[in-house]
């Protein structure tokens, strides 16, 4: 009596990538990029203990699937727009050579746990005092 819709977000780098170990580091990064920003947009905590959990992706021969979402960011033309903007912003600092999932140690159980007290406090060390 469960059902659920996915919004997956894709991300490519680069063509016939083949590099498993470029996707996990994607998808980490994503993790704290996006996954920890979509606890504050959705309120859907069942979805995420049988699907969407932390570090899901899927290998795709141009990056990688990214898997933890919910389809509740295609809600808005904001939030579309945010989570286009996030992703950039956790490209830019994978490549800044910022490991976020080395520096925020637990990330993955504050996402599966839907932990949202503990994904505003994260984010706000992160962008500072002025992160809402």
């Given amino acids: 009596p469960f059902r659920t819709a996915s919004g997956h977000v894709h991300l490519g780098w680069k063509e016939n ?24 947009w959705d309120n859907d905590t069942e979805r995420r203990k049988l699907y969407g959990r932390a570090g899901c992706f899927r290998p795709k021969h141009y990056g990688c699937e990214y898997r933890v979402l919910s389809n509740a960011w295609l809600k808005s033309e904001e939030l579309s727009r945010k989570v286009y903007r996030l992703a950039s912003k956790g490209f830019e600092a994978l490549v800044r050579g910022e490991y976020l999932w080395e520096k925020y140690d637990g990330i993955e159980t504050v996402i ?21």
């Fill in 17 to 40: 990538s083949n590099d498993f170990g470029e996707a996990i580091a994607v998808t980490k990064q994503m993790d704290f990029f996006l996954g920890l920003e979509s606890l504050l």
């Fill in 112 to 132: 599966n746990n839907s932990d949202k007290n503990e994904a505003k406090r994260m984010l706000k060390d992160y962008y500072g005092a002025g992160y809402v």
